[in-house]
């Protein structure tokens, strides 16, 4: 099991640019966590995403396995962000990015960058938000009103991306009102956004929802852990169930995103809509060794054509990689377990493996 699972290809259906340039310490060790700054007391590096990367990334950068802390980010500033980014990002076996390039994109790798430097293909996914708050600077409250849903449409297009992505959890929580907002109710929140510089008014919000579910592409949604921008209740994804169940009709793929600690909700989802798609993405990441039980919850309820994998590296490019090694390791567990029981043959767990490695990827993205 091990070997096939190390020789599968992976389709990254979310993650963003590795970083562009150096970092200190401190900004380094808030980027390796969803916190927005470095520990207070002691180190990133007494966690379980720190116990990876002295694990698993140590290695790659010529330390021995669970190099210090300290003998690592010497060993990393050597070698600098450019070697850095080659060494993890070559490693992941990853063939296709699905990039989503709406945050900080200024600060890491953009979709053709990141290419060069892994030698994997590369494709866009766009941020409702970002381009909603670029026009609206650009082009006033009326003008934003009369032309975002073509603007997005121009954007998606100019860019030949696949997909595009709401951040309503962060912006509001999942606990709107999912119908379709009139254009008399959507004035407000453009005209507090226009003062702010931030699209955070939940009418507005669930209105580039829609506007986005009108192009027909997947539609991707961060959904539970996240940064404290956030209020974790109001992001599981149950709360959009009136949303979804107007949605369905459409068939637009909606892909939730991360999910955890509410990845038995998003693969109970999936169960029950038809477009409702889910990855564990994120959460593995800085769950470390403990990833394999929330990898196995994810296998309970949530259909195998419906999971994908997703590191939603942002930054560092250690994430890049652990997302792929601590989701190969864990698979290989769990799924090996099942297969040496004899409750799954071999051959429904490769098959299995291809779906959410690559296949179901490939299919809803249409790459």
């Not at 379709?180 to 702010?196: D, F, I, Y």
């Not at 209105?207 to 592409?217: P, R, V």
């Not at 919850?297 to 090694?325: I, N, R, T």
Request: proline share 5%; hydrophobic share 45%; with cysteine.
């Amino acid at each position: 099991m091990e070997q096939y699972v190390d020789a599968l290809a992976l389709v990254d259906h979310h993650v963003h640019g590795a970083l562009r340039s150096p970092v200190d310490r401190s900004t380094w060790e808030s980027m390796v966590t969803e916190a927005p700054v470095a520990p207070a007391v002691g180190s990133i590096f007494d966690s379980q995403v720190g116990f990876a990367i002295r694990r698993w990334c140590a290695p790659l950068l010529d330390l021995e396995v669970f190099a210090s802390g300290e003998d690592y980010w010497e060993r990393r500033c050597e070698l600098g962000e450019d070697e850095v980014n080659r060494r993890f990002l070559t490693a992941t076996g990853t063939s296709t990015y699905l990039i989503e390039t709406g945050f900080l994109g200024d600060s890491v790798l953009g979709p053709s960058e990141m290419s060069s430097v892994s030698s994997a293909g590369s494709r866009e996914v766009v941020r409702l938000e970002t381009i909603a708050e670029g026009l609206l600077a650009a082009r006033g409250v009326d003008g934003f009103l009369a032309s975002y849903a073509d603007e997005l449409a121009s954007v998606v297009a100019a860019r030949s991306a696949v997909g595009t992505k709401s951040v309503l959890a962060y912006r509001h929580g999942f606990d709107v009102d999912p119908e379709r907002p009139t254009a008399a109710s959507l004035k407000a929140g453009v005209e507090a956004a226009a003062a702010s510089g931030r699209v955070s008014d939940p009418v507005l919000l669930r209105w580039l929802q829609w506007c986005a579910i009108d192009l027909g592409l997947p539609l991707q949604l961060h959904s539970g852990y996240g940064d404290p921008d956030l209020d974790l209740h109001r992001a599981d994804p149950t709360l959009l169930m009136p949303w979804l169940r107007m949605v369905e009709p459409t068939g637009v793929p909606i892909m939730l995103l991360h999910n955890y600690p509410y990845h038995r909700e998003a693969g109970y989802l999936a169960q029950v809509f038809s477009n409702v798609y889910f990855d564990v993405g994120l959460g593995v990441n800085y769950t470390g060794v403990a990833s394999r039980s929330i990898i196995a919850e994810s296998f309970e309820l949530g259909p195998f054509h419906k999971q994908l994998f997703s590191s939603d590296a942002w930054g560092p490019a250690e994430l890049h990689y652990l997302g792929a090694v601590l989701w190969r390791r864990g698979v290989t567990s769990v799924i090996g377990d099942w297969v040496a029981s004899g409750d799954w043959s071999q051959a429904d767990a490769e098959r299995v493996l291809r779906l959410v490695a690559s296949e179901n990827a490939e299919r809803v993205y249409s790459l």
